[in-house]
């Protein structure tokens, strides 16, 4: 149980262009899904926190115009990243959290390797 | 400020040599502390969340524990695919559910 799917896994693209990454839980209902990126040894960085119908809520310092997230039913959170650029490029990884349990446990996808050209 | 702070930073040992990993964790009204096992390349994966002081949970040879100021995972005659990094973190009541994670714990099991 608790299986989070990330789709695609791994995306290359040109400078300039904009990329979706779709984030699902498959066997349950997430109120939260949370968007991270972890460079290269080192730990995740959390970006921001979705809750399903609302606006995301980012953390300080990540561009919000830049990283669109939409969390429009309680399984399914994207990321879009606009007008990619070579700094972009990263591992990106969403979580959920289970709607209604009082557990925090986040449980995350598989992740997501973004190559900007 | 809510701090995790995880040693040693990289660990080797022989397969079956049990051994133990430390989050030391600074919070303010701890709600919960979880550990996950990450492989190169992929999303984290769920091993434990504990609650309160004195909390004990077990899975195959891993075995967390808690106690007010910090978290032990225990691996007992671990096995070269117990190869991975060992993340630990922590949601405070004033979190909103955020999870501070620590750098992590790379452990490497040689056969």
């Known amino acids: 149980g608790a299986v989070v799917s990330q789709h695609p896994s791994w995306v290359i693209c040109k400078s300039g262009t904009s990329v979706k990454i779709e984030c699902r839980s498959l066997?349950?209902?997430?109120?939260?899904m949370f968007w991270y990126r972890q460079f290269p040894k080192q730990s995740l960085m959390l970006m921001a926190t979705s809750n399903e119908g609302s606006k995301a809520t980012y953390e300080q310092g990540v561009e919000k115009d830049k990283f669109l997230i939409n969390h429009a039913s309680l399984t399914l959170s994207t990321l879009t990243v606009t007008s990619a650029h070579p700094e972009d490029s990263s591992f990106y990884i969403c979580?959920?959290?289970?709607?209604?349990?009082?557990?925090?446990?986040?449980?995350f996808g598989p992740g997501t390797r973004l190559t900007v050209l | 400020e809510d701090q995790v702070t995880q040693s040693p930073e990289a660990l080797r040992l022989q397969e079956g040599e049990s051994s133990s990993l430390n989050c030391s964790y600074t919070?303010?009204?701890?709600?919960?502390l979880f550990w996950y096992r990450q492989d190169p390349g992929k999303g984290p994966e769920f091993l434990f969340t504990?609650?309160?002081a004195g909390e004990e949970k077990e899975k195959e040879r891993l075995k967390a524990t808690l106690t007010k100021k910090e978290s032990f995972l225990h691996i007992t005659a671990p096995k070269p695919e117990d190869s991975a990094t060992y993340l630990c973190a922590v949601v405070g009541s004033g979190g909103y559910n955020k999870l501070i994670f620590g750098a992590g714990t790379r452990l490497a099991v040689h056969p």
């Open positions: 066997d349950f209902q997430a109120t939260t």
């Open positions: 919070v303010s009204g701890l709600r919960g």
């Open positions: 504990l609650y309160s």
């Open positions: 979580s959920a959290t289970l709607a209604g349990g009082y557990t925090d446990t986040q449980y």
